[in-house]
């Protein structure tokens, strides 16, 4: 495509390309590193079905991810929906990581909902409203429609303007836009309300869209690959110029939760009990109460659409972590959620062993009722080993581009077996800092040293906090 530009010796512009360099950034790009960035799955062996000791960036913990494993395989079978999984092991035993590796292997066709135990908590909502939210957010809802649309590459885009009744202004009265496909092309004659979805939607000329006939909800598919060769756009996708005719029919399947229908009913427009209706209201604006009622009217709307075959359920996983603090009436509304036929997997995480039950005087495993502790499959996590902290902290130095020499690695290792994994890790990024004070990229045995007694581990700060408390009550006495 051509650019227009102006010729500074005549001062008129002129229809040539005009020149493109790549543009080096003057600040360095910098790349942020979560807690599990380098956590791409649950690392299993495809032909005997065991978790390998150190594979997609997961370290140990091999009964734990092979159980894992199997949950994720029953979750793809269908067969896990309305049952609970919990993780209970100590601290920083790779629970919240064997849980989002469980949605990497899952992929992006099955919802995962993540939740913190203290979330449900709210001045404004009620827990069980939070709960409910949550599990419908887990139960996705593909649809698969066969609908008359127009699609093809953009080559006109023209809004035509006329004045309004005042005379003080103009209005765009309608849309010309042209579409090509590798058979043909046609000129539409559109509302203007479907302009303000084009500009939605950033649609330009040389873009693939589709436009459904009957609604006219508009599409972009991505950029012709026409374009590929001209333009460098890392960020774009670039997809084949459509064939066959401008208007066809196309099997279109949209994949929403439970909870965009109760969302996109509670704003009703158009006719209701309508999927496809129901599909096309999720970015209207305006929000009101979801009710109880308007819930089971979906549920019931739903159910008819699945057995005729339009749609199809896909439970997903809701992960609630310190599940603990949960009280006793979190957890009885849990158990007739579960029992529900529209229930997901539930993936709970605790690193506490005996414990109060939140609501009760009376104490139980983890925290967790009995009656619950029953309906769960239970999964341990155990201890990382000294080789295990090594493995792990070397696979944290890749993710974050950190270099050690082999004395400071050594001594990182022995911190992370003796104090704490987490202690461990925290320390590497302040310890690149103190090299790089020093005009130094590589980390020495120094710089580490000079972190661990800047900053205490969690042993050594409660023995501090002991005894400043004996030093203040021999003061009283």
Do not use: W
Not at 375 to 387: A, G, H, S
């Amino acid at each position: 495509m051509d650019m227009e530009i102006d010729d500074p010796a005549t001062g008129t512009s002129s229809s040539r390309l005009a020149p493109m360099e790549e543009v080096k950034p003057t600040v360095k790009q910098i790349k942020r590193i979560a807690a599990h960035s380098h956590v791409k799955g649950l690392g299993i062996d495809p032909e005997t079905c065991e978790a390998l000791p150190e594979a997609a960036g997961f370290v140990g913990q091999i009964a734990a991810r092979t159980a894992a494993s199997i949950i994720v395989d029953m979750i793809r079978g269908k067969s896990m929906a309305g049952r609970a999984v919990l993780l209970a092991g100590p601290p920083a035993t790779g629970k919240t990581a064997i849980a989002l590796a469980m949605s990497h292997d899952l992929g992006d066709g099955v919802p995962f909902v993540p939740l913190v135990a203290s979330e449900v908590y709210s001045s404004e909502v009620k827990k069980t409203e939070v709960l409910m939210r949550s599990f419908r957010r887990a139960i996705g809802l593909r649809v698969k429609e066969t609908k008359d649309v127009y699609e093809g590459e953009v080559t006109e885009l023209s809004p035509v303007e006329t004045s309004d009744n005042s005379g003080l202004g103009k209005t765009i009265s309608h849309l010309l836009l042209s579409l090509k496909t590798a058979k043909g092309s046609k000129q539409l004659k559109l509302d203007p309300s479907i302009y303000d979805s084009v500009l939605k939607q950033r649609v330009e000329v040389g873009d693939v869209i589709y436009i459904e006939a009957n609604s006219g909800i508009v599409k972009r598919v991505g950029r012709c690959d026409v374009y590929a060769s001209e333009f460098d756009l890392e960020a774009d996708e670039f997809v084949p110029m459509p064939k066959g005719d401008v208007r066809k029919s196309k099997d279109i399947v949209q994949n929403v939760s439970l909870h965009d229908l109760d969302l996109a009913n509670a704003r009703p427009q158009g006719r209701q009990g309508d999927v496809t209706n129901i599909v096309s209201q999720l970015m209207a604006p305006k929000k009101t109460e979801v009710t109880d009622r308007l819930r089971s009217e979906i549920n019931k709307v739903v159910d008819e659409y699945i057995e005729s075959g339009v749609a199809e359920l896909m439970p997903g996983v809701l992960f609630i972590d310190e599940v603990h603090m949960l009280d006793v009436e979190c957890f009885t509304y849990l158990y007739r959620a579960l029992e529900s036929p529209m229930a997901p997997v539930v993936v709970f995480a605790t690193n506490r062993g005996k414990t109060t039950v939140r609501g009760l005087d009376d104490k139980s495993a983890h925290g967790i009722p009995p009656e619950m502790l029953d309906r769960l499959m239970i999964i341990p996590t155990m201890k990382y080993n000294e080789e295990d902290v090594r493995k792990i902290l070397i696979h944290r130095t890749e993710a974050e581009n950190v270099k050690f020499d082999e004395k400071a690695f050594d001594y990182l290792s022995r911190v992370g077996s003796e104090k704490s994994l987490r202690y461990a890790l925290q320390l590497i990024a302040p310890a690149r800092l103190c090299a790089q004070t020093c005009g130094r990229e590589l980390i020495e045995m120094e710089d580490v040293e000079k972190c661990t007694t800047l900053f205490m581990d969690r042993s050594e700060s409660l023995k501090k906090a002991e005894e400043t408390q004996q030093r203040l009550a021999a003061k009283k006495a």
